[in-house]
């Protein structure tokens, strides 16, 4: 894949099931600040805490899975690259409120700005220390099976940005 700062990413304009990863050192990851409030039933505070709960046969923590009908188009939404390349989408809560997302499709690059809420180089970090992966291939009912892979995909691997209140 090319620079995610500066190229076109060459990524399919398919529907497809994607990952995003964290491959830079572990250790940099659990020291962040993993901790979110988020909103739960009735409006009250729900306070998380992101464990290292992923499975021991993962080389990488896995910080995102979802599904889309356009992997690139998707792809580009998370990272949110011309906007604010060199600085931060979100303001940071000094006591671990989730704030209001500037949309709903970036979840990956809100992540990363709540976890390390002092970093303003945020695309560089992600560029530095996320790693992306997917599949297109559904020959068959292909819309239930992404679905179904997303969900299994999330029990399984865990990953921290997917955690929500419910409500």
């Not at 039933?41 to 992101?50: A, E, F, L, R």
């Not at 390349?85 to 979100?90: E, N, Q, T």
């Not at 009912?141 to 940005?161: H, S």
Request: hydrophobic letters at 40%.
């Amino acid at each position: 894949m090319g620079d995610i700062l500066t190229d076109k990413i060459p990524l399919p304009h398919e529907a497809g099931v994607y990952a995003f990863w964290w491959i830079a050192d572990r250790a940099e990851l659990l020291a962040a600040d993993r901790q979110i409030v988020l909103k739960g039933p009735g409006g009250n505070d729900v306070s998380v805490h992101y464990e290292e709960w992923w499975p021991e046969e993962l080389k990488f923590p896995c910080l995102y899975v979802g599904k889309t009908t356009n992997i690139r188009k998707r792809f580009s939404q998370h990272i949110m690259r011309n906007t604010k390349p060199d600085g931060r989408l979100h303001m940071a809560h000094s006591n671990f409120f989730k704030v209001l997302p500037y949309n709903s499709s970036c979840q990956l690059r809100f992540g990363i700005e709540h976890i390390f809420p002092k970093e303003e180089g945020v695309l560089k970090t992600i560029k530095r220390a996320v790693g992306f992966s997917y599949t297109t291939d559904f020959p068959n009912n292909a819309i239930a099976e992404r679905f179904f892979m997303e969900d299994r995909l999330v029990g399984t691997w865990r990953p921290w940005f997917n955690v929500d209140s419910e409500r």
